[in-house]
């Protein structure tokens, strides 16, 4: 092949042929291998959830089922009943994202554990999401550094509350692929919630008799606790989500937009690659 010809060829994006009719090998690039995010989703396993008939196998059996549907996620399940609590050291060495539910065992839980997964979150190598009553446990207690509190609670006599969830937060990528809806049954955590200032709120949920919560928020929480509005962008720490909605004898896990909230909220609070 002749210089120009040559250059003809490459220009157009085509392979130069050289040696006769003996075409060169194309070389593809090779594909990032792509990243595996560990989760483990600790529940208390209260008996009410199933004997409610809100849940067959129990709640955080379910949160583990949907999110194992998720490409790049390895899910397991754990509970209180396990050796260890279901909190062994490999597990917790193994995890990019705690989700945690507890209700009724929150003392129960042992420090040493919590300190192990509070540690690894501070040092920025895992995530963690309190779902609804995991306000008030351990963990989330121990990276917020407050109490995490609320006004008031009512679940109507355990009738529930139909509540209305609206994004506020669009572009924030827990919103993705969410619209403004509604949970039938729900019950009420009244403001205001003892925790610091968020980074974010994603989603605000009220009710009909005025009452509100910010109920998807998200920080960022460093070896020194959660970091003042002045230093956040300075903050090498990991991400904590609290994602409100749900209760023990409601089916709001079942909801769709709910699952994909919880997913969202995985995969955001996951460490950087």
């Not at 196998?57 to 790049?72: D, I, P, R, T």
């Not at 309190?130 to 407050?146: D, E, N």
């Amino acid at each position: 092949m002749q210089r120009r010809e040559f250059l003809k060829t490459i220009s157009a994006g085509g392979v130069a042929v050289g040696l006769g009719s003996a075409s060169l090998p194309a070389i593809a690039a090779a594909a990032p291998a792509a990243k595996t995010t560990n989760v483990l989703v600790w529940d208390e396993q209260q008996d009410v959830q199933v004997k409610s008939g809100a849940y067959k196998n129990y709640l955080g059996n379910l949160v583990a089922e949907f999110l194992g549907k998720v490409e790049g996620l390895k899910v397991t399940s754990a509970n209180i009943n396990e050796p260890e609590q279901g909190l062994a050291d490999d597990r917790i060495a193994a995890a990019d994202v705690v989700v945690w539910w507890g209700h009724v065992r929150h003392k129960d839980v042992n420090d040493s554990k919590v300190e192990s997964i509070v540690a690894k979150v501070r040092a920025g190598k895992a995530g963690f999401v309190a779902l609804h009553s995991a306000h008030y446990s351990k963990p989330f207690k121990a990276l917020m550094g407050t109490n995490c509190g609320f006004r008031r609670v009512d679940s109507n006599s355990n009738k529930g509350f139909v509540q209305h969830l609206r994004v506020v937060n669009p572009n924030h990528p827990i919103a993705k692929g969410v619209k403004d809806f509604d949970i039938p049954k729900t019950e009420i955590y009244a403001e205001p919630f003892e925790v610091p200032m968020p980074d974010a709120v994603v989603i605000y949920g009220h009710w009909d008799n005025g009452e509100s919560f910010p109920d998807i928020c998200c920080w960022t929480v460093g070896g020194k606790g959660v970091a003042s509005a002045a230093a956040k962008a300075a903050v090498t720490g990991g991400r904590v989500v609290y994602f409100r909605p749900g209760h023990e004898t409601f089916p709001v896990f079942h909801q769709a937009e709910v699952q994909k909230l919880v997913t969202n909220c995985v995969l955001w609070a996951a460490p950087p690659a």
